[in-house]
Each structure stands twice: as C-alpha cells, then as structure tokens.
C-alpha cells in the first residue's frame, strides 16, 4: 500500500479545482457533495475565527463583503507600495495594503493575513475535498500557475500549498498542464501548439513544440492585469450608469444592493455565452432614504461591444508570443483554449479568425488545466502503484459512493474526525506556521559596479500565523464511474512521463550604479538554468554591497519591477574595483529562484540578508 495520492491543483483567481488520476491512467475531477467540482477561490472568515472556503464563502460575498476575500490572486507577488497596485485595490470591498515590505496583506476582525495564507485556506480546503472524496491520505500535490508568474509569485504559490500540508512535487505552467491534458504525445507526432489562456484574472499565450515525449516551450507572453473579471466590471459599468439613469443615485450607496450588482454582473456574462438576452431586476431597493426599483438588460451585442476591446488586447500578446518564438500561424498545428473566459462566443470567434482553424475543444476549458497536473502528479508519484489497490478491491459496493451527495462511511466517520481542521491526516507532514523565506543561496567583475547596502535594511518577510479551525461542511464524493475503476483494480500501463521543457517568462537582472540593469537570465531561456556574472565594488574601502533583483525587460531599475534585495556584507576593504563579487542566478525546474554570492578575493560566502517584496 502506497502513502497516499498525489493529485492535481488549478489555483486559479476566481475558481480553483482539484482533480486526480484514477489507476486506470484517467484523470476525474473531485466534486463535493452538492456536485461542484469548480471551487469559488473565495475565502470567508467569520467571528469567532472559523473559515469558510468555496461556495459558502462566496454566498457570504454579499452579507459580510469585508471579511470575505475573492480574486486575490491578482495581487500576489505585488509591492503594495507602489501607486498602481494600490489603486487597483481601491476596486474591491474587503481592505488589501502593504504590510511589511510591501507584502500584500487582507485584514478580517483586527487580524491581518498575507495572501500566501489566504492561498493556504483554498488548498487545505481542496486537499480536504481529495481526501474525502477517495477516502486515503492526499499528501502531495501539483501546483499550476501562469505561465507568465515571476519568481515571487510562484514561491508564493508553493509556500501556500506547504502551508496546506501538502509536499509540493511541481509547480507547472497552466497551459502545459492543458498540452498534457488532451495527451498529444501520443499521437506520435511532432507538432506545434498554440494554448491560448483566458482566466479569470490572468491572460497568457504559450507556444509549445512537441516532439515525441518531450514538451518544450518555444515562448511565452502574457498580462497579469487582464482575464475574466475585467468583463464582469465592464458589465457592471453598464449596469451601474443604467441605475444611475433610473433614480438618480449610485449602487454604492447600498453596500449589500452593490455586490449583488456585481454578482449579477458575472452571472449575466455566463448568460450570455448560451442566451441572446440576459438581465437583473430588483425591486424595492432601500437606498439613500429612498426605495427605488431597478430593471436592467443587456444583449449579447451589447456585450460583444462593451468587451470586444479586451478580446483584442489578448490578441496583442498573441503577436508578441509568436514573434519571439519565431513562428508564423501557419506553422500552428493545434490550439487549446484554457479557462472559463474562452466560453464566450465573441472570444471563440475571433481565436478562430486569428489562428485560421477552430480550436480543440473536448475538454471543458475549466477543467483542462487540472486534469493535465493530476497527469503530471501520477507520472510524478509512481503511476498506478500510489493507489492501495488491493484495499480498493476488499470494498463491498455499499461501502464506496456512486454520485455526488453519497459518501463512503468509512471516509463520512473521518471527515466527521477531521471536520474542525485544516490539517489532513496524522500521517501528512504539518508544515511550521511562519511563512518559509524564499531561498537565496548566494554566487560571476563585468565591468559594472554593484551599490553599497543601505545599513540597518530590515530581513526577511511578513510572518502571520494560520488560524486553526477551516469550516468543511461538504462531503465530497468521486463519480461511479471512477469508483468502479478503482473496485475493478484495473491499472495504467507504463508509459513514459513526459518530459517538460518550460522558459523564464521574464528577464531577471540586478540593479548596477545609476540604476541601471544588468541582465543575467535572459526571457524565454529554458529551465532549469544557472547564469553567473562578475561583479565589482564602487567605492574605495566599500565593505558591503547591495543586490537587488528585479524582473522585467526595461534597461533602468525603475522600468522593472524589483522581487527583492540581498546584502552582501564583511567585504575586504580595498580601492575600488579591486574586491569583485561572483553572483549565480539559478531558475529551477518549478521556475523558483534562487541567488549566490561569493567573494572572489576570500572565497568564502558572506552573511546575505534578503528583503522580498509583494510575496
């Protein structure tokens, strides 16, 4: 008997979904008890500190706005600090800020949580939802994130799933996840393929090559700033002017009448992709001392004429990752649409346009991302060996489910054990509360100085504890179909796990005298990878050095934007430009950074502090 599952995550900005493979090889999504298999990525902290994760959580979105945190995602890895990242916080109903280093942080109950804690409550939820539903221990995961997610956000990512009581065994790229999931390197055939990434809080484009086993990404281009929940805002505009048009008055001035305006704004854009005509009526709205009726409509012309322009902009980003994987469209064999945005039938069309051929659809896009890194996590964990087969097959069939709302009673009695945690089963690891620092191993001079270190600067990151208690009223249950499989005993036969071959999505440099950047990983190099520059002091008898990294294309510190800084300290005093410093930027296969430096005169490492920024 194996130690448990290993299943696959899409961690996505308004949805997340857990999915695993069954020992036959084929992947199922796991569903609650009510037959969701797409968890609202919402987060509800009540009272009395409990935590209420996925469709209870979100029907709090209206009763108690403040306390209940949604697309949160769309900040993670920003330096809260900065003017932009700010603003676009102003747009939600809960309070997100800079706490320390700028690290983004949402405050319930005169409590503050960073966003990897906020992450950390959707997966503990997701890994309860795996394990009820197969009845066995779930302690390892595959973790899927933008293809365009820097090193922050990615290690962000990771931190949450450690916080959840998983061991992490890949963070993959979404839209790789979606190759692995229509399972093309069986066809046999070199091939290059298009997946076009509409979420609901990012947009990426990734161009992959695949030849035989092996999935290489030829280049990957994206906006952290654009995905589903810009159309629910534009729908909500209208809707919003509409009101105003009526009575005279803003929806704002009714908190509970405003976010069910909004709500009502992303139902009717899932309307529209099916019907003609959606709308919202409510009546007898009690606002500013007044009680007003409102009425809205909306066709799905007005619709395509209230977004068409963010369908285009995908399309920018569309050219620019063609461009650098120096590919035409007609060198495209395949495309795969990824997300729930790519429902829309405005966006369906002009992919369709754009790519001169119809995109492959047998997979739900929702789905596709999670049922590809359940894939990846069974070739990871040793295929069909990581189910207890012979266990499975002792079952008699009034001890397993058959649908959604039937739960097994073995795994009822202890999901019943369980329900009060966020923990999983005494056999999983629990990981320390405080939140991990991202690793930084210090390492070759290229003519450009380094700057002295700012003295006193403060050391690593924002540490807030997990509250204990995760409310999981659901009993999740697998389909019938896959319960059989598992009774049946049937296994996969080997087959070799496909090698993935991912990119940097972002040059990665440090700040030189002047502001000025010099790169050291080039955008689009394939991972893993390790580059070393030489460095020099500037300054006569300068005994310590600053290293700040910064992601971004731009030629000057303030055109990128900075993931952290590092001191390198007890320098030998010397004239300057004769004590060099060797740094080594290593990406790994996760796409996680890592940083060495060493002084070349003594050889040894110095003592590093790291100051991380947005994680």
Not at 496 to 502: F, H, M, Q, S, T
């Amino acid at each position: 008997m194996g130690g448990g599952l290993a299943i696959g995550i899409d961690l996505g900005t308004t949805t997340s979904l857990a999915s695993v493979c069954m020992p036959d090889g084929q992947p199922r999504l796991l569903r609650d008890a009510q037959g969701h298999g797409i968890i609202p990525s919402v987060v509800s902290i009540l009272p009395d500190g409990r935590i209420l994760v996925g469709q209870r959580a979100k029907e709090r979105l209206v009763l108690d706005p403040e306390n209940t945190f949604f697309s949160t995602k769309r900040f993670i890895g920003r330096d809260m600090r900065q003017e932009e990242n700010s603003w676009a916080a102003t747009a939600y109903p809960f309070r997100i800020h800079a706490g320390e280093n700028g690290v983004p942080v949402v405050r319930s109950h005169g409590r503050e949580y960073t966003l990897t804690d906020v992450g950390g409550m959707i997966l503990a939820y997701l890994k309860k939802v795996a394990e009820q539903a197969t009845g066995l221990p779930v302690p390892q995961a595959v973790i899927t994130v933008p293809a365009n997610f820097n090193d922050v956000q990615r290690t962000t990512t990771r931190q949450a799933g450690e916080r959840a009581g998983f061991e992490v065994l890949r963070i993959i790229n979404e839209p790789t996840a979606a190759a692995l999931a229509y399972g093309l390197e069986r066809r046999g055939e070199n091939e290059r393929i298009a997946v076009y990434d509409f979420g609901g809080g990012t947009f990426d484009m990734t161009i992959l090559e695949l030849r035989g086993q092996v999935y290489e990404v030829l280049a990957t281009a994206g906006n952290t700033l654009l995905g589903g929940d810009d159309f629910d805002r534009r729908v909500f505009d209208r809707m919003a002017k509409a009101f105003e048009a009526q009575t005279g008055l803003h929806p704002r001035e009714n908190r509970e009448f405003h976010q069910r305006m909004f709500l009502a704004a992303e139902r009717i854009k899932c309307q529209l992709s099916d019907w003609l005509v959606a709308g919202f009526t409510e009546r007898g709205v009690e606002i500013a001392g007044r009680r007003v009726d409102f009425q809205f409509e909306m066709s799905r012309e007005q619709f395509n004429e209230a977004c068409g322009d963010l369908v285009d902009m995908s399309f920018d980003v569309c050219d620019e990752a063609l461009r650098m994987a120096d590919c035409t469209l007609t060198s495209i064999d395949q495309v795969i649409l990824v997300g729930g945005t790519t429902r829309i039938p405005l966006l369906r069309e002009r992919v369709t346009k754009y790519f001169l051929r119809p995109p492959l659809d047998r997979i739900q896009p929702d789905t596709v991302v999670s049922l590809g890194a359940a894939i990846h996590a069974f070739s990871l964990a040793g295929g069909p060996r990581m189910w207890p087969l012979p266990a499975a097959a002792g079952q008699t069939a009034d001890q397993v489910s058959t649908g959604p709302g039937a739960a097994p009673a073995k795994v009822a009695a202890r999901a019943a054990e369980d329900a009060a945690g966020a923990g999983g089963p005494s056999r999983t690891p629990v990981p320390p509360r405080g939140v991990p620092e991202l690793r930084m191993t210090l390492e070759p001079p290229t003519g450009f100085g380094l700057p002295a270190a700012h003295p006193g600067s403060p050391a690593g990151g924002a540490r807030l504890p997990l509250p204990p208690t995760l409310d999981v009223s659901a009993m999740p249950a697998l389909h019938a179909e896959a319960v059989q499989s598992i009774l049946a005993g049937r296994a996969a036969a080997p087959r070799p796990a496909p090698v993935l071959i991912d990119v940097t999505p972002m040059t990665l440099g440090i700040q030189t005298v002047g502001g000025n950047v010099e790169p050291i990983i080039r955008r689009n190099s394939k991972v893993p990878v390790e580059k070393t520059r030489l460095f020099a002091t500037t300054a006569d008898d300068q005994t310590a050095v600053l290293i700040r990294v910064c992601q971004g294309e731009g030629k000057k510190i303030a055109e990128n934007v900075v993931l952290g800084e590092m001191t390198l300290e007890d320098l030998p005093p010397g004239p300057r430009g004769s004590v060099s410093v060797k740094v080594t930027f290593e990406i790994d296969t996760d796409g996680i950074f890592s940083a060495t430096a060493v002084d070349t005169k003594t050889g040894r490492a110095q003592r590093i502090r790291l100051t991380l920024f947005g994680g």
